[in-house]
């Protein structure tokens, strides 16, 4: 009884810290200009005598405006000689604080990247943030936290062991950390905490796939209400898996079994409901297989906003998605505090928040742009600066203001700033997602997944776009697509425009790939080893093979973006 108490209590602090950091996060918006200060003040003083700190003059800076001056923008690849002497046990390099960990992140190059993680970056910058993410969720279905079986984390994998550093740190993903047994802080995430936490067999800690469906295969057999997966790549692989894989789900579900390996209780009711089920529908969707669901949990702009309203509706007619929060390993840039379906309001007091215009280049000297700077429907480069050792890093992500709330803008996640530019086009993911969403708007189709590729065609060259198609498409709806395509690129897209004007780049040709095209490729990484946490869409592929594929022929002559 008195575990039971200790239970609920935990839950009950958790859920109550989760709406106090979200209300002081709004609470902060009220003032962004002291807060932006107080961050700024805060990381020059405790890093002043660092290495990086000394080189930049930390302890003579006064402003922003003297930061901006004394700390040129730099990437991820600038950054890696300082990070790779921390890594390897250098201390006082990026913060006086030693790093605990390095969070992993997937790079343009494919390489992970390291992030240094110091204590005091998760105390007052990081723990607030995700806390507050949670609020929303929480608030509109309480279960999501407080029962444990009531959230399915696709993101939520912990293993035994991780990679390391050479000084023997761990590397890992945000979503394996434990912040209880790392950081002390007792987060409570909405799944975490589900019977299958533990794997019922044991499986290779790379083999994602064969992990995944041992879950499902416990998870099925619960109450689901939410199911919270950040990236909506894995989210939308979910319905496809449950299609490809439920006869094998029945048969495990009624025999006891994960993959024919005794692990559970059988049950044979739950079995047959499942094959009733998939029987009369002819598959298996979400929808089916857990009629309560009520929320999803994860991104729903850029790429995923092409295909997320319709595939939200294979989960529940009634079911709500809530927005992820802008943020990457680096650290959280907006996270919604009202409810906006889309869009975050800035983390003000996590970090020092600048942006540029995102038709230009980022330089080391590049003028930036404060939040009362920056317009309603433009997009932007952040650039962070926060206490874990980062000094104005260019994030790699492009964010649209959306609107205001208190005066301050609300920010979307619109893609990364990858360009493609074969021909002097300069295209970003966000152009082509908008081009692609009027497009579709116009001609009244709809698809679950595009991609990009450059196709050399004898002397021509122009994009390729693969789409996967929801229903069948005709000849003349490819042609009009096409041609509304190539309008609304040129109209977002000045660069596009002139490329095309100038005979540079041919028209653009579509391509309507099988509809599982997207999932069997999405399947082929994970397994290759890629963690379902970072495959993410990609509106641009430079891969001549994965292009083969996904259009289903051989195509000769493809030049890479």
């Known amino acids: 009884m008195k575990a039971r108490q200790a239970h609920d209590d935990q839950l009950e602090n958790c859920r109550l810290r ?41 302890s003579l800076l006064g402003s922003i405006a003297d930061f901006k001056k004394a700390v040129p923008i730099r990437d991820y690849a600038e950054f890696e000689p300082w990070i790779d002497r921390a890594a390897d046990g250098e201390s006082n390099v990026l913060t006086a604080e030693d790093p605990v960990l390095f969070f992993m992140s997937s790079g343009t190059t494919g390489r992970n990247k390291k992030i240094p993680v110091t204590r005091s970056f998760m105390r007052q910058s990081f723990f607030p943030f995700y806390f507050a993410m949670w609020a929303g969720l929480v608030e509109s ?79 099925a057999q619960h109450d689901l209400l939410c199911i919270v997966g950040l990236n909506p790549a894995m989210v939308a692989a979910l319905p496809r898996q449950l299609a490809l894989w439920w006869p094998r789900l029945a048969k495990d579900i009624r025999d006891g079994t994960v993959g024919g390996v005794p692990a559970m209780t059988p049950n044979p009711e739950r079995a047959a409901t499942l094959e009733r089920l998939a029987t009369y529908f002819g598959t298996l969707l979400p929808s089916h297989l857990w ?55 800035p983390v003000v007091a996590a970090m020092l928040l600048e942006f540029i215009e995102a038709d230009e280049d980022i330089l080391p000297d590049s003028l930036t742009l404060g939040l009362s700077d920056l317009d309603a429907g433009r997009e932007y480069h952040v650039i962070i600066s926060q206490l874990g050792g980062l000094y104005r890093y260019a994030l790699g992500d492009v964010v649209r203001v959306v609107d205001r709330l208190q005066g301050v803008p609300r920010l979307e996640y619109a893609g990364r700033r990858t360009l493609s ?42 994009y390729g776009v693969a789409i996967a198609p929801r229903g069948s498409f005709q000849a003349h709806e490819i042609g009009a697509l096409e041609v509304r395509f190539d309008r609304a690129l040129q109209d977002v897209s000045r660069c596009y425009r002139h490329a095309r004007e100038s005979g540079r780049l041919g028209k653009s040709v579509f391509h309507v790939t099988e509809p599982d095209a997207f999932f069997r490729e999405w399947q082929a990484r994970i397994t290759s080893g890629v963690r379902p946490a970072q495959a993410k869409d990609r509106i641009f592929t430079s891969d001549a093979e994965i292009w083969r594929r996904l259009i289903g022929r051989t195509a000769e002559g493809l030049r890479s973006v």
């Open 18 to 58: 989760m709406m106090a950091e979200r209300n002081q996060l709004a609470r902060s918006l009220t003032d962004t200009n002291s807060c932006q200060e107080r961050v700024l003040r805060q990381l020059i003083a405790e890093n002043a005598d660092t290495d990086f700190g000394r080189l930049h003059h930390f």
């Open 141 to 219: 279905v309480p279960e999501a936290l407080l029962r444990d079986d009531a959230t399915y984390s696709l993101k939520f994998d912990p293993h035994g062991r991780y990679p390391s550093t050479n000084s023997g740190r761990p590397h890992l993903g945000v979503s394996q950390t434990d912040f209880e047994g790392i950081f002390g802080e007792s987060l409570i995430e909405p799944g975490t905490r589900a019977p299958w936490k533990h794997l019922p067999v044991k499986l290779a800690d790379d083999d994602h796939l064969g992990r995944a469906y041992a879950r499902l295969c416990m998870a």
């Open 291 to 345: 009629p309560n669901l009520r929320s999803l949990f994860c991104w729903n702009t850029g790429v995923s906003s092409l295909y997320m309203p319709r595939l939200a509706e294979s989960f529940g007619t009634n079911v709500r998605v809530f927005p992820a929060p802008v943020a990457a390993s680096e650290g959280p840039v907006a996270v919604t505090v009202d409810g906006h379906r889309s869009a975050g309001s």
């Open 421 to 462: 530019n074969v021909a002097g086009e300069r295209l970003r993911e966000s152009q082509v997602v908008r081009a692609v969403k009027d497009a579709l708007l116009s001609t009244g189709m709809e698809i679950g997944n595009v991609t990009c590729h450059v196709e050399q065609r004898g002397d021509d060259m122009g």
